[in-house]
């Protein structure tokens, strides 16, 4: 069984076992997260139902927290002397997903009866002294 999970403004394919680096969380290492699921899959059926995948969940354990790759960003303008050199490297954190657990579907209700509408009773009009001064 595998599960989309989004984390850090990304998605991931991820199954039990798997290790994986996300943007940086704030947990220690050795603490485990959870992650939003959107999307359960196994070899021939899938889930994107809300009402499953509410109650679907996606446990990892966090195994560290590491740097990246440095970037380098080089700005220059031809003939005018202008060089500019930056670097970056950015903060992530790797994690084992433990735990795969699928949602269980809510059970569906069922239609209640159509009640019938109640009968209209006409109550009998009564004359005041006032209308009948008036006629």
């Given amino acids: ?10 998605q991931f394919k991820v199954a039990t076992g798997d290790e994986l680096a996300v943007e940086k969380l704030n947990a220690a290492p050795g603490e485990t997260v959870n992650f939003d699921v959107l999307f359960l899959a196994n070899e021939d059926e899938f889930t994107v139902d809300s009402k499953t995948l509410a109650s679907a969940s996606v446990t990892a354990e966090v195994l560290e927290h590491f740097k990246g790759e440095k970037a380098i960003v080089f700005k220059f303008k031809k003939r005018k002397g202008y060089k500019r050199l930056k670097g970056h490297r950015q903060e992530l954190t790797r994690v084992r997903i433990t735990d795969v657990v699928a949602g269980v579907a809510p059970p569906k209700k069922k239609a209640a009866p159509k009640k019938k509408a ?8 009564v004359e005041t002294a006032a209308a009948a001064d008036s006629e």
């Fill in 1 to 10: 069984m595998y599960a989309v999970v989004a984390t850090g403004g990304k």
């Fill in 118 to 125: 109640a009968e209209k009773v006409e109550e009998p009009v």
